[in-house]
Structures are given as C-alpha cells and as structure tokens.
C-alpha cells in the first residue's frame, strides 16, 4: 500500500490544516515546482525531549548564515497532521487532537508500524515550494530508527544530535512549563539502567525529578531509547554533541559550527 497515496485520499481531506498560513511554502499534495522534503538539503537537530533543541534552534537560526530562512511544520505539527490522524483512520477511531504526550507516542508508534521509518518518512510526504538549494534548518525526527531511515533514504539531509545524560535531561525537563508536556505522573524509575536509579530515586524524593517528567521520559524510551543514535560513525551526515556543559547559545554556536566546518570554540 502506497501510504501517502491513502492519506491524502481517505484522511487529508476530512482535516482543515493551517497550512497556507503558516507555511506559504510548504503542501502535503503534489504541487507544480514544489520537491519533496527528503529530497531538499536538510540539517535536521534531533533531540529527546528536555534536551534545550527549540531554544537553541531558535538562536542558530537568528545567526545563520547561508541558510534558507523558510520554515517547515514541527513535529508536533507533523504528528497532529499526519501520523496520528493517519493511525486513528487505520484503527476506525474519530480523528480527534490527542494532547496527553504518553497516549501521543503510542499513535506515532502505531504509525511507525505501518510506515517504515515513522515520522522520518511522515516528513518526507512534505512538499516545497522551490526556493534554491540553501539548505534548511530544523528539527523533527527522533530515535535510532527514524535517524537510520533519514541518513539511509535521505543524502541530501544532515542529522545533528544533541546529548545529555539521563538524570541532567530529567531534572530540566522537570524544570520547564510547557502546556504540551501534558502526562499522568509516573514514579517508575525501570526505563532507567540500574546504575541510575538509585540517584534518580534520591532526585525524585528531593523534588529535582517530578513524576510527571518520569511518565514523560519513560514513554520516550519506550519509543524511541534513552541514550543517542549508536550507529552514527558509519554515516558521515551524522554528528553527535555532547551538550551537557553548554548554555544554548554556546548550543546554537556548536550547532552553526559543525554546519560550516568550522573547528570548535
């Protein structure tokens, strides 16, 4: 079955999406002088939730250079638009915004069993309007498996990782208020390797870990791993951050660094 093919004839239309909008440039139906997106040059920052990618993506596109400023949905977005309508289409459900991040990941995973490489692929049912060939910076995909997919299927994209410890992404995701980390608390420390638990237990007891971070983070996992992509030496379009000692703008830098070249500061 030609996923996209059914998606745009048995789901697309029964949604109204801010596409026109929000992104002039970019359609999900086939369009004279648009190009798909996994054929357009990419730098696509890849992080697990916590981590600080939107605000150090917001930063590397203030300072960028030679870079497209054309902007691409989400994925947030992209998940509302495609992956999740799609897997509730497949499974007879009404199509109905889901906001609870747990009960999210379990439609992009339903997704991801009928799509071969989940929401990498789900990205790349994008259309763009042709606009050059500078390359696009964003954000989107998630987990060994979707960032296999991109750097098997896409040349023209560049991943770029940010990585933190475990208990370090926990206690700032503990930190943040966002109305989207919507999830029933969890104080299940299993998702974690048992040299951790022992401290995660003690942060959790002491506040720094909320339960809610614990119910968001262990779903994650459970979808995507806890720890960054292990195969990334073998795809020279890959590269990995550590970030754990950086302020997001240094983030921002380290990110527009490795897209020029340029040795790190």
Do not use: C
């Not at 697309?12 to 596409?19: A, E, N, S, T």
């Not at 139906?29 to 648009?34: V, Y």
């Not at 995701?173 to 237990?201: C, G, K, N, T």
């Amino acid at each position: 079955m030609d996923a996209r093919a059914w998606y745009l004839r048995e789901v697309y239309p029964r949604l109204r999406l801010p596409l026109e909008g929000r992104y002039p440039a970019v359609s999900l139906e086939d369009a004279a002088g648009s190009r798909p997106l996994g054929a357009q040059p990419l730098v696509m920052l890849v992080a697990l939730t916590g981590t600080g990618k939107s605000t150090a993506l917001d930063i590397a596109r203030a300072r960028a250079e030679g870079i497209s400023g054309l902007r691409i949905p989400t994925r947030r977005e992209v998940a509302d638009w495609i992956a999740i309508p799609a897997a509730q289409a497949w499974a007879g459900e009404p199509l109905l915004p889901i906001a609870d991040r747990v009960r999210r990941f379990h439609y992009t995973s339903r997704f991801a069993e009928r799509v071969p490489g989940g929401m990498a692929a789900a990205f790349s049912w994008l259309r763009i309007a042709a606009a050059g060939h500078a390359p696009l910076l964003s954000e989107g995909i998630r987990g060994g498996r979707e960032i296999s997919f991109a750097l098997r299927h896409f040349p023209h994209w560049r991943i770029i990782e940010l990585s933190l410890p475990p208990l370090t992404r926990l206690r700032r995701l503990s930190r943040r208020r966002e109305d989207f980390d919507r999830a029933q608390a969890s104080r299940d420390l299993s998702f974690l390797p048992p040299s951790l638990r022992a401290e995660a237990q003690s942060l959790l007891e002491a506040g720094e870990i909320t339960p809610r971070a614990l119910a968001i983070a262990r779903a994650e996992a459970a979808n995507y791993g806890l720890f960054p992509f292990a195969d990334g030496a073998g795809f020279p379009q890959y590269q990995r951050l550590d970030i754990e000692r950086l302020s997001p703008e240094q983030v921002a830098q380290a990110i527009l660094d490795s897209i020029t070249g340029a040795p790190p500061s």
